[in-house]
């Protein structure tokens, strides 16, 4: 099981990146998928998460600017980021929770079990 993220980079604020989470295989497939970032100094904390059905949820400091959404047929998951601030500089994961539907505790980087290598957002 793989998951592989792209589409990070560096931005002026109040601009706008797409990132895009694929994973091989099926593993999406009856899973909860949440995007993650950590800070440098800072603990990994949650940023959105689609359940299977594909309702999003966001963190507090995200809403409004940020939309999750899946492809399932083809087995990714984007977040689009708009309005960005210097604050979500940060490295972002995507991650996946294999037969969970949904978990309300998705925020919490020990849910997971399959992670992404990360991808760099920078804002300026």
């Known amino acids: 099981v793989q998951l592989v993220e792209s589409g990070g980079g560096s931005v002026q604020a109040g601009g706008s990146l797409r990132l895009s989470c694929v994973a091989s295989?099926?593993?999406?497939?009856?899973?909860?998928v949440g995007w993650l970032r950590q800070a440098p100094g800072k603990e990994r904390e949650g940023v959105a998460a689609?359940?299977?059905?594909?309702?999003?949820h966001y963190a507090d400091s995200v809403k409004g600017r940020f939309n999750i959404s899946r492809k399932k047929d083809k087995n990714i998951v984007y977040l689009q980021m708009s309005n960005l601030i210097p604050e979500d500089t940060a490295v972002y994961y995507c991650?996946?929770?294999?037969?969970?539907?949904?978990?309300?505790?998705?925020?919490?980087?020990?849910?997971?079990?399959?992670w992404g290598q990360g991808t760099q957002v920078t804002v300026s």
């Open positions: 991650a996946a929770r294999p037969n969970t539907p949904y978990t309300r505790h998705w925020g919490h980087p020990s849910q997971y079990n399959y």
């Open positions: 295989g099926s593993i999406y497939s009856g899973a909860c």
């Open positions: 689609i359940s299977t059905v594909g309702n999003g």
